[in-house]
């Protein structure tokens, strides 16, 4: 009996070692170099070992978790908002940057500059509670489609990120978004989506402040910019939001570029710094830097000089999205 329950417990023990957390993962380079750094970090007795606690991983959300071609998700949000809103403002119709919106003049769009598009956001994410802001979110998520793919935006996430997300957790990590997104954008649906809580969202954000509305406590967006998460912005809101410095850090574009110097250049324990390049034109897109979403260009060179691991979504991943 005791031998037998011997046997079942090694039979138990090795079949789980030899499962594979990264099915979605072909065996290259870039998952060795990922799978090698948590045994590192995680390994009682090795000189890189990390206590839970500091066990911190940040990852970008556009083109890090999700696509962000031929547009931002968050940018279609918008545009579909402005025509829903357009029977309240005729005046649009000869205003820019939404007259280029209601007549589909993406270049026209293009030429408003950062300037337009943060006249778009403003407009188009404020004046209403974050109750109300969140409702919308949620239902424009469950009927929106992606024009290329025709499936819900939150179907077209990366599967092996999701599985390099659980592995992670699993080796005592906590993870972390940082994005150049709106944080009250995200917060509704990434738990459901990543497993990632609503508390551990960085992005950015507008102001918010406290009303009485019929004898309810509200919170009301409005159209000012409080802070913007991204390039320069994510060290610092990573600081504000966490309060340690993480050790894992992934990003896809040069708008992380600053996010992975700050988690990899600190010295100490083993550090692993990770971009998505994304070179699949059959199954997702491909692009770097030449593109008006999702540059990579600058964190690229910086790539190779930081020793930093760069994953070839052709090369490094079985498939793209869940089937």
């Not at 188009?124 to 998520?141: E, N």
């Not at 509200?218 to 939001?241: C, M, S, W, Y």
Request: aromatic content about 10%.
């Amino acid at each position: 009996m005791i031998i037998a329950l011997g046997a079942a417990l090694v039979h138990a023990t090795s079949a789980f070692a030899q499962s594979d957390p990264l099915p979605s993962w072909n065996d290259t380079a870039s998952k060795a170099a990922i799978v090698s750094f948590v045994e590192k970090v995680t390994g009682q007795g090795s000189p890189d070992f990390v206590s839970e606690t500091e066990r911190i991983a940040v990852f970008d959300n556009d083109g890090t978790l999700w696509v962000e071609h031929p547009m931002y998700t968050q940018l279609a949000f918008a545009l579909d908002r402005v025509k829903a809103l357009a029977p309240q403002h005729p005046e649009w119709k000869e205003t820019q940057p939404f007259k280029a919106v209601l007549e589909g003049d993406m270049k026209a769009l293009a030429a408003s500059g950062e300037k337009g598009l943060v006249e778009l956001i403003m407009t188009t994410h404020a004046g209403m509670t974050s109750s109300d802001f969140q409702k919308i979110v949620t239902d424009w998520l469950a009927s929106a489609r992606d024009p290329k793919f025709k499936r819900p935006y939150t179907e077209l996430v990366y599967q092996p990120m999701v599985e390099l997300l659980a592995y992670l957790r699993a080796n005592g990590f906590k993870t972390f978004i940082a994005s150049g997104g709106g944080i009250e954008f995200m917060r509704p649906w990434v738990e459901k989506v990543y497993g990632v809580p609503p508390e551990q969202v960085i992005g950015s954000s507008i102001k918010t402040e406290f009303r009485m509305q019929d004898d309810t406590p509200t919170l009301f967006r409005l159209p000012e910019v409080n802070f913007i998460d991204d390039k320069a912005g994510k060290p610092v809101g990573i600081n504000q939001q966490i309060g340690r410095r993480p050790i894992a850090a992934f990003g896809n574009s040069d708008g992380d570029l600053q996010m992975l110097q700050w988690t990899t250049m600190a010295g100490g324990p083993a550090r692993l710094g990770v971009l998505i390049h994304h070179t699949d034109s059959d199954r997702e897109y491909a692009y770097d830097r030449d593109t008006e979403f999702g540059r990579l260009d600058k964190a690229l060179d910086a790539a190779s000089i930081a020793g930093w691991t760069v994953v070839d979504m052709k090369a490094d991943w079985k498939q793209v999205f869940k089937d």
